[in-house]
């Protein structure tokens, strides 16, 4: 049974930082490419960045420079590091493994774990 469990999400000022944590069973961590997607208030899923089994890593150009995505193989689990964040971060954040979603043609939002949280206002 693949299982993602996200935390780490809260509310923030705007320029705040937050780190996000993701713990990964049921599949094998280190053959994923691993992924962050988000979710806004009554928008869509969108990707955000990845982070592939060889260490390959990829951005969406809003998050360059502020988003830093790792993984540690050893303890099945996956990071998103956010500083400088701004009003329009604000979602429901996703921790999405890549290979199951290929494998299994299920989405990324909402089908691996339950999402944490994450606000920025003043």
């Known amino acids: 049974d693949v299982q993602l469990a996200e935390s780490g999400g809260g509310s923030v000022q705007p320029g705040g930082s937050l780190r996000l944590s993701c713990t990964a069973s049921?599949?094998?961590?280190?053959?994923?490419?691993m992924g962050w997607y988000r979710q806004p208030p009554g928008k869509d899923c969108t990707w955000v960045a990845t982070?592939?089994?060889?260490?390959?890593?990829y951005y969406i150009n809003p998050v360059k420079g502020r988003f830093t995505i790792s993984r540690d193989n050893a303890e099945n689990a996956l990071y998103l590091q956010m500083n400088r964040l701004k009003p329009e971060d604000t979602a429901v954040y996703y921790c999405?493994?890549?290979?199951?979603?290929?494998?299994?043609?299920?989405?990324?939002?909402?089908?691996w774990g339950q999402g944490t949280q994450v606000t920025v206002s003043s």
């Open positions: 049921g599949f094998t961590f280190e053959d994923s490419s």
């Open positions: 999405v493994p890549l290979l199951q979603v290929a494998r299994t043609l299920r989405g990324p939002c909402g089908n």
């Open positions: 982070i592939d089994e060889d260490g390959s890593i």
